[in-house]
T-cell receptor, first 115, second 112 residues
C-alpha cells in the first residue's frame, strides 16, 4: 500500500526567505504526486502535480517541486515566501486509474511566516 | 465554471444520531471522492463513486456509507454517530482523465 511521509510538522520562516517542504512517498509503481494547500476552515487547493515527464514541476503562486525517484521524494520549494503563504501543506500520492480518485495524504506541514 | 458545492457547511449532531452530507461536483465530472479530516488521523479516504457505482473504498466501518445519483451528486451517510466522527468531511470532484481532484470547502461535523 502507498504511504506519504512529511517529516516536518511545523516550519517557521521569515517573509522573503526561501522555503522547502519535504515529502517522501512509498509506492510500488510510478507515482502520481500532488501538493495541496489548505487555509484554516477551508478545502484543499492544488499547488502542483506530477504524473510523468519533466521531474521539475511548476505550480501556482510561485511554487515548484522536484520528483526524485532515487530518493522517493517530492519536495516543495519557493524562492521567496509571502505572508499569504501561511497555511497547511499536504503532499499526496494517487493510486488507481487516473491517479486522482483515491489519494493518500501525508500528515501535513503547517507553515508560519514571520514578518 | 461552478466549483464543488458541499452542504451543509456546519452540523452539530448528538451521539447515536445519523447524518447525511451532500456534494455537488463540477458539471461534467462523473466521479466523486470523500475524505475525512481529523487532527489525530489527518486526511483519510472514505470512498469514491463513479457513475452511481462505488469504485473504491477506504478502511472505515460500515456505519459510513454513500451513494451517487444520476446527475453525479453524491451523499454520504454516517449512522449511529460517535464522538470520534467529529471531523471535516471533504468531497472531491474528479475529471475522467489525469488531472486535478477539485475539493469542496467541506462540511464540519461536530458530534456531542
Amino acid at each position: 500500500a502507498q504511504s506519504v511521509t512529511q517529516p516536518d510538522i511545523h516550519i517557521t520562516v521569515s517573509e522573503g526567505a526561501s522555503l522547502e517542504l519535504r515529502c517522501n512517498y512509498s509506492y510500488g509503481a510510478t507515482p502520481y504526486l500532488f501538493w495541496y494547500v489548505q487555509s484554516p476552515g477551508q478545502g484543499l487547493q492544488l499547488l502542483l502535480k506530477y504524473f510523468s515527464g519533466d521531474t521539475l514541476v511548476q505550480g501556482i503562486k510561485g511554487f515548484e517541486a522536484e520528483f526524485k525517484r532515487s530518493q522517493s521524494s517530492f519536495n516543495l520549494r519557493k524562492p521567496s515566501v509571502h505572508w499569504s503563504d501561511a497555511a497547511e501543506y499536504f503532499c499526496a500520492v494517487g493510486a488507481s486509474n487516473f491517479g486522482n480518485e483515491k489519494l493518500t495524504f501525508g500528515t501535513g506541514t503547517r507553515l508560519t511566516i514571520i514578518p | 465554471k461552478a466549483g464543488v458545492t458541499q452542504t451543509p457547511r456546519y452540523l452539530i449532531k448528538t451521539r447515536g444520531q445519523q447524518v447525511t452530507l451532500s456534494c455537488s461536483p463540477i458539471s461534467g465530472h462523473r466521479s466523486v471522492s470523500w475524505y475525512q479530516q481529523t487532527p489525530g488521523q489527518g486526511l483519510q479516504f472514505l470512498f469514491e463513486y463513479f457513475s452511481e457505482t462505488q469504485r473504491n473504498k477506504g478502511n472505515f466501518p460500515g456505519r459510513f456509507s454513500g451513494r451517487q445519483f444520476s446527475n453525479s451528486r453524491s451523499e454520504m451517510n454516517v449512522s449511529t454517530l460517535e464522538l470520534g466522527d467529529s471531523a471535516l468531511y471533504l468531497c472531491a470532484s474528479i475529471p475522467d482523465r489525469r488531472g486535478e481532484a477539485f475539493f469542496g470547502q467541506g462540511t464540519r461535523l461536530t458530534v456531542v
